[in-house]
């Protein structure tokens, strides 16, 4: 839920304005304001996916493997994170 005083995009907002609304071109994935839908988290398994067979590839340099498996591991983190944080009953 949209929060202006905690959301990231928002840190020179008027907290009093009713008409605040999320910067979504300003979005952290970190924020505590953000909700993702199953779509969006269907999009981040298709990234994961990508950067597996990629992680996989030997033959990339080693500051792109770096960066790509560093970007693996947060988005599989952040899958396991939503699919423990889902009510019970509503497995995938």
Known sequence: MFTAE???CERDSSFDDARVTP????????????????ENIDELRAEVAELQVKVADESSPAIRWE???????????????????RPSGDAR
């Open 6 to 8: 905690t959301a990231l």
């Open 23 to 38: 910067d979504t071109d300003g979005c952290h994935p970190s924020c505590g304001s953000i909700c993702r839908t199953e």
């Open 67 to 85: 960066r790509e498996r560093r970007r693996l591991a947060y988005l599989e983190r952040f899958i396991d994170g939503h699919e423990r944080g």
